[in-house]
């Protein structure tokens, strides 16, 4: 660190942080940020080291090599169209002044990285601000919260097995998340807070509708429904026609209310979000809910966790799961079809009223996720087979949830909020699931998935084929078990037939493929995709570091087969053609250099002259394990700053501009 950014840094390690809400029974912060030792943190769960042993190799040995016969011109079975946008995220409104910026001048360029990645390869993005700290938050005046915040918890009587805060929020947060809009094509799902109906809270949506308007695309009416009986907010009576009237309530004060004034938002509803606790979607289906509130409901919407880790997260008492144990419950195919099975009459009733279904809410866990699981490479694996599965099962979207520092399941973390000035973000394996479904659906909103039920059906090398009006254009391969032998290694010989024929007709002569990759399931951050990575903790600005790879994979003309290996572990893109593979990267990325977010005087903004194409550019891996070094394609660069490890240090102009994980390069370090 140069003596000029330590000064740089000195008044700003003075500020007061804010309080990062902890959950009782996981690890608390200890750490001295004082010291500015920012390496030997290791408190909180998103950091937590635990790594697990991989399940055993599977005995028998999976089949090492299997056909996949492909057809043009349309495949039965395949799902509907989908989004390029169908993996977003839902992020804990009570972090929301951590994960998107602290105002609507100081946005996270991490975060928007990170959704810049995503639109790079899907055209969009959807991001939901709520989960349960929605429902007791409270639009208030930015002068009643305190020291220029923009949203506070009120720890005072924290109850329930979530144990999650009132919050207080002001309107800085909607013009925090408008301004992010005009930067990434990012859409926003909000939350009714639904506690109390009689009135309904509605200052939410008249704010989102004057500020957000078109890219505000959905309001959650009830987060968990089923569950408020148990968490005491309803009588042990209250069922779904409960539910279904104050469906009806809402809309009725929203038409009084006078916050929709255009009626957009009584057309925005989304719902029954339950969490199948106690209710079935079917027991919501079956009041009638979809057919008398058509016209109000953009999307329907269920949230489901495999497991939860609840007992070991808030001492409830209840056994406390093993993560060792369960481990290789995540690691077979079997977790998505089993989870979603119960599911494929809800999308086929959709389907059948019009109607798309969005998995609201999910990851690997709920109550925080388990170490060594929700945090290592497995979680990537299981993740993007998640993914595609719902894609095949005909839901329409689904959003992995992002916590605070204190869960292990983040697909990315900001650093403690007053660490922020000299650490740098956290990618978690969840982050790769998402951005790799992206590539493999790409941004047609017309790709249609299906499972291809690989290799016998083995429940540890699923595949997925993708196609494109109709023509297989991207094959999805999979490889769950841990084996350096290279034993478990195994080959798809995909032939593409025409219309229908069988045989190999249709057969590309060379294939590419793109691999996601780490040395065993177990493994704890830089994993690659396609060779590039976003390193370990505290290492990434959110841009993708190292040199892409893409492998050409000759096929055989004789036979008419392409042989793909996928390594055990990993998982294999392969792009039938090269047109299959330009559409999936989509338009050249618009990233955010950390070099970039300058505040031009009284309004911050992201100047477009500094913004960096980036797909690959980040500059090579720091051996020591630190981010890689500065993108070479941002202006404004400084060759003097290229020794210095991005998150060591924090750059603020003159101007008084402050960006997370900024690195001292550019105009105002040549000043
Ligand atoms: C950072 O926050 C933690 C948790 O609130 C606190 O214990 C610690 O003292 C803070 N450090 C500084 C430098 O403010
Ligand atoms: C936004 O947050 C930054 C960092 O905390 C602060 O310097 C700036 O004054 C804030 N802007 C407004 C308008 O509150
Ligand atoms: C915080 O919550 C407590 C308990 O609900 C309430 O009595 C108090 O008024 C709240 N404080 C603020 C500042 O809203
Ligand atoms: C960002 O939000 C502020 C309100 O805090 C607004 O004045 C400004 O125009 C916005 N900037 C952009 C680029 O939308
Ligand atoms: C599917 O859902 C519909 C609507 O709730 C219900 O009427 C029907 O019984 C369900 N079918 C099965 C097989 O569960
Ligand atoms: C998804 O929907 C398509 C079109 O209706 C249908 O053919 C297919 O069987 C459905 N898939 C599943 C898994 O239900
Ligand atoms: C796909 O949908 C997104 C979100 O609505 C939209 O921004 C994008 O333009 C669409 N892409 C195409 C090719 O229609
Ligand atoms: C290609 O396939 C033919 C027919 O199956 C086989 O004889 C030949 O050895 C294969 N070529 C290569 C390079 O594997």
């Known amino acids: 660190m140069t003596p000029f950014a330590t000064l740089l840094l000195l008044p700003l390690l003075a500020r007061a942080g804010i309080t990062i809400y902890q959950a009782p029974g996981q690890a608390a912060f200890a750490t001295s940020a004082a010291s500015a030792n920012a390496a030997s943190y290791t408190g909180a769960a998103a950091y937590n080291p635990t790594t697990l042993t991989p399940p055993p190799v ?20 395949a799902s509907i169209p989908q989004p390029g946008d169908f993996i977003g995220f839902s992020i804990e409104m009570s972090v929301a002044n951590q994960v998107l910026g602290k105002n609507a001048t100081f946005i996270q360029v991490p975060f928007l990285n990170l959704m810049a990645n995503i639109q790079q390869r899907a055209g969009a993005v959807r991001v939901r601000v709520g989960g349960n700290s929605q429902e007791s938050a409270a639009l208030v005046a930015a002068s009643e919260i305190p020291d220029g915040k923009i949203l506070q918890k009120n720890l005072t009587g924290v109850t ?9 929020f002001s309107d800085e947060l909607l013009y925090m998340m ?38 505000l695309i959905g309001y959650q009416a009830a987060n968990e429904p089923d569950l408020y009986n148990a968490h005491g907010h309803r009588p042990a ?149 998640y993914a595609l599965q719902m894609a095949h099962s ?140 976003f390193g370990g903790n505290f290492a990434s600005d959110g841009r993708p570091t190292g ?32 047109g299959a593979q330009t559409e999936a990267r989509g338009a050249p990325s618009t990233t955010f250099a950390t070099t970039a977010l300058t505040k031009t005087q009284n309004t911050a903004t992201v100047e477009a002259s500094v913004l960096a194409t980036s797909n690959g550019h980040g500059g090579p891996s720091d051996p020591l394990g630190g981010a890689g070094v500065l993108g070479s394609t941002s202006k404004g660069r400084v060759s003097g700053a290229v020794g210095l490890r991005p998150g060591a240090v924090l750059f603020a102009s003159s101007l008084g501009a402050l960006a997370f994980g900024m690195v001292v390069v550019g105009r105002a370090v040549v000043r």
């Open 178 to 215: 408008a301004n992010i809009s005009t930067l990434v094509n990012v859409r926003w799902f909000l939350g009714i807070p639904w506690f109390v109906t009689q009135p309904f809270d509605l200052a939410i949506v008249g704010a989102a509708e004057r500020i957000l308007g078109d890219t």
């Open 394 to 533: 005909n839901f329409s979207g689904a959003m992995f949830h992002v916590g605070g520092q204190n869960v292990f399941y983040n697909p990315f973390t900001s650093p403690p909020t007053n660490q922020s000035t000299f650490h740098q973000w956290t990618i978690g394996p969840i982050y790769y699931s998402a951005l790799v479904a992206a590539e493999a659906i790409g941004p047609s909103n017309t790709t249609q998935v299906l499972d291809l039920n690989a290799n016998g059906g083995n429940e540890f090398t699923p595949g997925y084929a993708i196609y494109e009006a109709g023509e297989p254009v991207r094959v999805a391969l999979f490889n769950y078990i841990t084996d350096p032998t290279g034993a478990s290694t195994v080959t798809a010989v995909i032939s593409v037939a025409q219309g229908g024929a069988g045989g190999g007709g249709a057969t590309p002569t060379q294939v590419k493929v793109k691999y996601l990759q780490a040395t065993s399931v177990s493994q704890k951050g830089s994993y690659t995709w396609a060779g590039q990575t």
């Open 237 to 385: 009576t209250y069922g779904p026609f409960d539910y279904f009237g104050e469906v009806s309530d809402v809309l009725t004060q929203l038409a009084s209310s006078g916050n929709d004034p255009s009626g957009r938002a009584r057309t925005l509803l989304l719902g029954p979000s339950i969490a199948d606790a106690g209710w079935t979607p079917e027991d919501v289906w079956n009041t009638g809910f979809v057919d008398a509130y058509s016209g109000n409901l953009a999307f329907l919407s269920v949230e489901k966790y495999p497991t939860d880790n609840c007992a070991a997260a808030f001492n409830t008492g209840a056994p406390i799961i093993d993560p060792q144990t369960v481990f290789p419950n995540f690691l077979t195919h079997k977790a998505h079809t089993s989870l979603l099975q119960p599911y494929l009459n809800s999308t086929a009733f959709a389907q059948a009223h019009g109607k798309k279904l969005l998995m609201f809410e999910t990851n690997t866990a709920s109550c925080g996720g388990f170490p060594g699981i929700s945090d290592a490479f497995g979680a990537a694996l299981w993740g993007l087979d």
């Open 160 to 168: 329930g097995t979530t144990q999650t805060p009132p919050l207080e």
């Open 58 to 77: 599977p005995s028998p040995a999976v089949p090492s090599s299997f056909a996949l016969q492909l057809q043009t011109g349309g495949t039965p079975g």
């Open 547 to 578: 040199t892409e790879d893409v492998q050409t994979v000759a096929c055989n003309t004789t036979a008419q087969t392409c042989s793909v290996t996928v390594p055990a572990p990993g998982f294999a893109l392969v792009f039938l053609s090269d």
